[in-house]
């Protein structure tokens, strides 16, 4: 079974500058997450989607931060502008009903 | 709303022995699930071993097991036999069981990085 796919591994960009990353799940996966990991800290949720619909997008800064599912199936998350508070490894994972979910390597992003 | 906290940043352990991470967590629900996740450097994070609130009987899986105090909310990690490939920052997450589908989101703790001494 392929697992969670993520692209890019790394970016670096300039404050005020936007960026997209993207993420395949796991074949028949109907949730997919976004989550935030601060250096030092443990990952925190940014917003997940069952299917293509928004399930909790609480803790996403609507301002700046926006995510689309479309076809229910990859991912895109997309920062604009960025700030330096971004920087930040940005992780996806997915999961079947009654599963654990399955993470992929991540995007580590560098704001300058 | 649900906390997860470790308070050691940092374990060591010398190969083949034993090491015991910590976790507590608050919340107010009855159902819910616990996880350990391992994440190695630059590498992506797996599932070590979880635990449903229900089930008395602690976790294992080969020389990983799990003390879990319901009534303390107290969650530790044990690792017997420490090998090499174990250094990594280890990760306690809850996840509430309110959801039917089990699909909802995980809360982390901050994290142990665990060194491994050869």
């Known amino acids: 079974e392929a697992g969670v796919a993520q692209s890019p591994r790394y970016k670096i960009i300039e404050k005020r500058q936007s960026v997209a990353f993207w993420c395949n799940p796991i074949?028949?996966?109907?949730?997919l997450y976004w989550y935030q990991q601060i250096l030092g800290q443990g990952p925190k949720l940014l917003i997940q989607?069952?299917?293509?619909?928004?399930?909790?997008d609480s803790q996403l800064p609507k301002d700046r931060f926006s995510a689309e599912r479309l076809k229910g199936v990859d991912s895109t998350l997309k920062i604009q502008p960025a700030k330096l508070e971004d920087s930040a490894v940005y992780l996806c994972?997915?999961?079947?009903?009654?599963?654990?979910?399955?993470f992929g390597d991540g995007t580590r992003l560098s704001i300058l | 709303a649900q906390t997860v906290t470790q308070s050691q940043p940092e374990m060591s352990v010398q190969e083949a022995e034993t090491v015991t991470l910590s976790c507590t967590y608050d919340?107010?629900?009855?159902?819910?699930?616990l996880f350990w996740y391992k994440q190695p450097p630059s590498r992506q994070m797996i599932l070590v071993i979880r635990?449903?609130?229900?089930?008395?009987q602690n976790a294992t899986e080969n020389r990983f097991s799990v003390n879990f105090q319901k009534a303390a909310k107290s969650f530790s990690l044990k690792i017997s036999d420490s090998q090499l490939g174990d250094a990594a920052m280890y990760f306690c997450?809850?996840?509430?069981?309110?959801?039917?589908?089990?699909?909802?989101?995980?809360?982390f703790g901050q994290g142990t990085t665990l060194q491994v001494k050869p």
């Open positions: 074949s028949g996966h109907a949730t």
């Open positions: 635990q449903e609130a229900y089930k008395q």
């Open positions: 919340t107010s629900e009855s159902d819910y699930y």
């Open positions: 997450a809850y996840r509430s069981g309110l959801d039917s589908s089990n699909t909802g989101k995980l809360i």
């Open positions: 989607f069952q299917n293509n619909g928004v399930v909790d």
């Open positions: 994972a997915s999961s079947s009903e009654n599963q654990p979910q399955h």
